[in-house]
């Protein structure tokens, strides 16, 4: 743990406004979002994190604030240790924060990814768009407001709709999402337990 | 030592003997249309997640759709007549699934293989398509999450069958 801990102290020193962060295992740390270019340089140059392992998003839910923040991961293939960097954004309804993928070319896809489930704008970013979901879709589906059966939306191919009428429709949910609830036995717990007697186009019946 | 081949004279009245029923075949139209679609139905394999591992075996030597004239997959859907949705059609894949079907020629049926592209099996997400009949007219449905490849055998041998009841010769003339 020397490694890691003489990264730490060698970041506070070099950047005052480095706090620490909460974390189970890895070194981690807050950094405000105008220094995480600079600090993440910092990382890869002269700590020997080369490796950027994951670049992703927290939304802490609507009504907080600051709402986002995004998470760097990164790995030292020489001393095999990693260390979390993270940063919120400023803003809340138009949430930005420098791309890192001049640093490293890896962080261009993951960017794209934060960009297309929480509609972070990654500025500097040579080309972002949306990766999983497809051009032109309205929402970010990792939002807190967004709900996993989705919302109601075109398809992206207006032939197709028209030829098919179909749609982007909400998931029907029957009871779920299938998951069992912790605790108790299994057949109150199961999904199977609870009312499915109705569907998305039958509503639900009322208890009264 | 006499090798003595002991042989049989050929049966030469097994088949069809022009001899005796001179140069006509008389069937009905649908019987000979529906044998013909039936025996030498080309699958578009729409693989699109963990069912088209099953597919391949299907078509492998151990399962063998050959036997059932379906081994020929084609992935050019202007050369095949059936396509199998093996697996979960999101979204953004099923304009392309559609488009794909539209280019197939006529007459042409759609197998819906296991639980994701029958109904969006374990996906009840914003991202996954609730089935592939809310885009194409579906044949045959197959459950199972994959299906065992006995189950698509089944169902190819079901979808012959209702190719069977068709009435071909009268769509054949209709415009």
């Not at chain 2, 391949?56 to 030597?61: E, I, L, P, R, S």
Request: with cysteine; proline share 8%.
């Amino acid at each position: 743990m020397t490694a890691t801990a003489d990264v730490a102290t060698a970041l506070r020193e070099k950047f005052p406004q480095v706090t620490g962060r909460e974390s189970l295992d890895w070194p981690a740390c807050n950094v405000p979002s105008g220094q995480a270019l600079a600090v993440l340089q910092f990382l890869r140059d002269e700590a020997a994190f080369d490796l950027l392992a994951d670049l992703t998003a927290i939304d802490s839910g609507v009504g907080t604030a600051p709402r986002f923040t995004v998470v760097w991961h990164l790995l030292s293939t020489t001393r095999h240790t990693y260390v979390r960097v993270a940063a919120t954004c400023a803003d809340d309804a138009k949430p930005a924060m420098p791309s890192a993928s001049g640093l490293w070319p890896g962080a261009n896809w993951h960017e794209r990814e934060a960009y297309d489930m929480f509609g972070i704008e990654f500025t500097g970013h040579p080309d972002l768009r949306r990766i999983l979901m497809w051009d032109g879709y309205p929402y970010f589906p990792l939002r807190k407001d967004f709900p996993l059966a989705g919302l109601d939306t075109a398809l992206a191919d207006a032939e197709v709709a028209a030829e098919t009428g179909a749609g982007v429709k909400p998931a029907p949910y029957m009871g779920g999402p299938f998951v069992a609830a912790p605790g108790g036995p299994l057949d109150e717990a199961e999904p199977r337990a609870r009312d499915e007697s109705w569907t998305e186009q039958q509503e639900k019946p009322n208890d009264a | 030592m006499i090798l003595r081949a002991t042989m049989v004279s050929p049966n030469t009245e097994l088949a069809f003997d022009s001899k005796i029923e001179g140069d006509v075949v008389v069937s009905r139209l649908d019987a000979v249309i529906n044998w013909i679609r039936t025996n030498s139905m080309w699958p578009m394999p729409m693989g699109l997640a963990c069912c088209a591992i099953e597919l391949m075996a299907v078509a492998a030597a151990r399962f063998d759709i050959a036997r059932f004239g379906a081994e020929v997959m084609r992935f050019s859907p202007r050369q095949s007549d059936c396509m199998i949705v093996s697996g979960t059609v999101t979204y953004k894949m099923a304009p392309q699934v559609r488009r794909l079907y539209d280019q197939m020629p006529a007459p042409k049926w759609v197998i819906a293989m296991g639980a994701c592209a029958s109904t969006g099996g374990m996906y009840r997400s914003y991202a996954v398509l609730q089935g592939v009949d809310r885009i194409l007219p579906v044949d045959v449905y197959v459950s199972g999450c994959p299906p065992r490849p006995e189950a698509l055998l089944d169902a190819l041998i079901k979808l012959q069958e209702k190719i069977r009841r068709e009435p071909a010769a009268k769509r054949l003339f209709r415009a």
